[in-house]
Antibody, heavy 119, light 106 residues
Framework: QVVLQESGPGLVIPSGILSLTCTISGGSINRYHWSWLRQPPGKGLEWIGNISYTGTTNYNPSLKSRVTMSVDTSRNQFSVKLTSVTAADTAVYYC?????????????WGQGTLVTVSS | DIQMTQSPSSLSASVGDRVTISCQASQDISKYLSWYQQKPGKAPKLLIYDASNVETGVPSRFSGSGSGTDFTFTISSLQPEDIATYYCQQYDDLPLTFGGGSKVEI
């Protein structure tokens, strides 16, 4: 059973860079599309984007100017960076596994990590 | 972006009740809809994909139906462990988008 684990700072200063890594265990990154999603406290879910194991990315247009995703197949990890953060970026961030294509259900989710943007 | 509208946003039901949640897409998404269950403090869990296919290991009391723009999620007999917020998601087009959620309480 694949397990996804997010890691990274829980506190980021305004205008700074939010950086998270997802480590995959119990499965290989060398297939499927891998997503980042977020959920502000008490609110709904937002898809940030996804990346294939070959490095092909798809971003939500609402965040595209600030988001970069990358994949490290040697470490079975993928990552997200979000620049110029504000309080509106405070959320629980989830990494997840999708399907073979860039569009598909979100099959497996990490437990999530809360990132707070505050000085 | 495809907008997903869920209703109701919250509901209260009794153990054993049949619970139905609706999800409407702003355009035709064929069968490309999934349903998730999220319990407080936990990550969402995939229950239904392709509108009506039940994910492996999910109890048979959960079901989904619909196609095009109108979809329905049903719990045939509500159990105490089903207390959660349920979300629909379309994956017909990028960006992937979610409904606003339906909170089920007893």
């Amino acid at each position: 059973q694949v397990v996804l684990q997010e890691s990274g700072p829980g506190l980021v200063i305004p205008s700074g860079i939010l950086s998270l890594t997802c480590t995959i265990s119990g499965g290989s990154i060398n297939r499927y599309h891998w997503s980042w999603l977020r959920q502000p406290p008490g609110k709904g879910l937002e898809w940030i984007g996804n990346i294939s194991y070959t490095g092909t990315t798809n971003y939500n247009p609402s965040l595209k100017s600030r988001v970069t995703m990358s994949v490290d197949t040697s470490r079975n990890q993928f990552s997200v960076k979000l620049t110029s953060v504000t309080a509106a970026d405070t959320a629980v961030y989830y990494c997840a596994r999708g399907g073979d294509g860039s569009k598909g259900p979100t099959v497996h989710w990490g437990q999530g990590t809360l990132v707070t943007v505050s000085s | 972006d495809i907008q997903m509208t869920q209703s109701p946003s919250s509901l209260s039901a009794s153990v054993g009740d049949r619970v139905t949640i609706s999800c409407q897409a702003s355009q035709d998404i064929s069968k490309y809809l999934s349903w998730y269950q999220q319990k407080p403090g936990k990550a969402p869990k995939l229950l239904i994909y392709d509108a009506s296919n039940v994910e492996t290991g999910v109890p048979s009391r959960f079901s989904g139906s619909g196609s095009g723009t109108d979809f329905t999620f049903t719990i045939s007999s509500l159990q105490p462990e089903d207390i959660a917020t349920y979300y629909c998601q379309q994956y017909d087009d990028l960006p992937l988008t979610f409904g606003g959620g339906s909170k089920v309480e007893i």
